[in-house]
């Protein structure tokens, strides 16, 4: 058993980082024989590929997948500790599943990703929710095998949590969500430490992936057809600070563009670490998508710096404008938070400044969270909840009117859309993505899933657009899948 420890969590050295090969061990090949698995995954697109992980190991133990988790021998909750709603979230699903297991004392709970690397968390798993067997966090999810295996064999709670990363581990068996779209990790962990944040220690210090583990896993992917591949990282455009090999995101968004799949996006920029170069790069690939999601999280200088953002207001606005001034049609999106502790009218209204001159494609607004052991959880706090949700709602209709504005310009335009899901509200419509990343619903037969085709614009909301196929080039043989 390992429990973690944040003040370990918070410890960097610049010990090389060792890359190990994932290997399926075929003595846990059976335990899931006949049992079904639910994965419920909260938070961002990291979690979201861990959890394609998490499946494919599942299934080479022979699990098979349950959508409801009602119904499943084994759910896992990936969890994400951002902010205290996403952890009340899983508290409250826990709550749950003890009813359930209640009356299937059969069933199998697990948890991992970001809360399980908090100490707080862990200890009140350990001592109030027993009925949880097993929990490991977000640098062993390679280990879930044997920590399922141990957990069975001994019925007990199995609790296995390093503070610190291990191995950098590659060739992780992975089960994608969709077939045209893909995620791949370049880099792992985060040492920015911003105040407000407890990424840098959930998932630890910054390690990039060999560029040639990058390209190759592209390459495969483009070689079984894959439309789309988005490259993950805290903080993509440090990525290859930690290598020594003088090798930058530049570097790596060029070579990726010039495999040749057909659409490449990143996530998320940090506007610290975006240089020429990178501009210069995005510019030059039509491959490369027009869309940029570049967190403000604060227009005020003071709280800028009290968040440990290293840019400033000026310097923000400066890199937007070369952004829009050289990536042609290019569509930017924000994180911002208010109330921050003691956030002042005034700063609140840098905030709204920066927003009424980047006019953004939209934006992801939050309550700032106080996270147990980050700096600005310490911070003395004089401004009330009730004035922070003011706040945001008077930063919601300004942000939500932007988004409407943007989206207005597209009415009657074509556009490219990969189409990638049937729309949730009706199954006569597929959705899809422009290459700006706008939402899009369009009426259209599944046979045109996974293809990028042209849409004329017909109608606009707040959140997506509605539209119609133009002149799609599909083959007899296409037509007849
Ligand atoms: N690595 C990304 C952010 C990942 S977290 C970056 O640096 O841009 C996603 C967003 O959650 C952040 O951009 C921030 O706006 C928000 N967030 C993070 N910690 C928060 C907290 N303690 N309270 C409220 N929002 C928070
Ligand atoms: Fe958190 Fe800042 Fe790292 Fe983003 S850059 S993950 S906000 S510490
Ligand atoms: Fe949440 Fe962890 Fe992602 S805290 S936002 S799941 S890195």
Avoid at 176 to 197: E, H, L, P, Q
Avoid at 330 to 335: A, G, L, R, Y
Avoid at 341 to 355: G, I, Q, Y
Wanted: proline residues 3%; negative net charge.
């Amino acid at each position: 058993m390992q429990k973690p420890n944040m003040f370990e969590a918070k410890k960097r050295d610049r010990k090389a980082i060792i890359k190990e090969e994932y290997k399926t061990d075929p003595k846990y090949k059976n335990i899931g024989n006949g049992l079904k698995y639910t994965v419920k995954t909260y938070g961002c697109q990291m979690n979201e590929h861990d959890s394609e992980n998490i499946k494919a190991m599942l299934e080479e133990m022979s699990f098979t997948e349950e959508e409801d988790y009602e119904k499943a021998d084994l759910v896992i909750l990936n969890t994400c500790a951002i902010r205290e709603n996403a952890h009340n979230k899983v508290f409250g699903l826990l709550g749950r599943l003890k009813h359930q297991k209640e009356e299937n004392p059969n069933l199998i709970i697990g948890l991992c990703g970001c809360m399980a690397q908090e100490e707080s968390v862990v200890e009140e798993l350990s001592s109030k929710y027993k009925f949880v067997d097993i929990i490991f966090g977000t640098h062993n999810i390679h280990e879930l095998p044997s920590i399922l295996n141990k957990s069975l064999l001994k019925h007990a709670q199995e609790i296995e949590v390093y503070s610190i990363e291990g191995n950098l581990v590659e060739n992780m068996p992975v089960r994608r969500d969709s077939k045209y779209k893909a995620w791949v990790n370049i880099m792992y962990g985060c040492d920015k430490f911003c105040t407000y944040c407890i990424v840098p220690y959930t998932r630890g210090r910054q390690r990039s992936r060999m560029p040639e583990d990058i390209l190759n896993e592209v390459k495969k992917l483009k070689e079984d057809n894959y439309q789309e591949v988005t490259l993950l990282g805290q903080n993509v455009n440090a990525y290859g600070k930690d290598l020594d090999i003088n090798y930058s995101m530049a570097n790596l968004l060029e070579d990726v563009a010039k495999i040749g799949i057909n659409r490449i996006r990143f996530v998320t920029s940090h506007p610290w670490d975006f240089n020429d170069e990178m501009i210069d790069v995005i510019a030059k690939y039509p491959n490369i998508m027009p869309y940029i999601h570049l967190p403000l999280q604060s227009g005020s200088d003071r709280i800028l710096k009290l968040m440990g953002r290293k840019y400033t207001k000026a310097s923000y606005l400066e890199l937007f404008d070369k952004l829009k001034a050289k990536v042609k049609n290019v569509s930017i999106t924000t994180d911002i938070i208010v109330g921050f502790p003691n956030e002042t009218e005034e700063d609140f209204k840098e905030t709204l400044d920066v927003v009424d001159y980047c006019k953004y494609d939209s934006a992801f607004t939050f309550i700032f969270s106080p996270r147990v052991g980050t700096p600005a959880a310490k911070m003395v706090d004089n401004v009330t909840l009730e004035e922070k949700e003011t706040r945001l709602q008077r930063l919601n209709e300004v942000v939500n009117k932007y988004s409407k504005e943007n989206n207005l310009k597209y009415l009657d335009k074509i556009v490219p859309v990969l189409l990638e899901n049937v729309s949730e509200k009706n199954a006569e419509y597929l959705a899809g993505y422009t290459d700006t990343m706008k939402l899009v619903n369009v009426k259209a037969p599944k046979e045109y899933l996974g293809k990028i085709v042209n849409v004329k614009i017909t109608d606009v909301k707040t959140w997506s657009l509605d539209g119609e196929l133009v002149e799609v080039n599909l083959t007899n043989d296409e037509k007849n899948i």
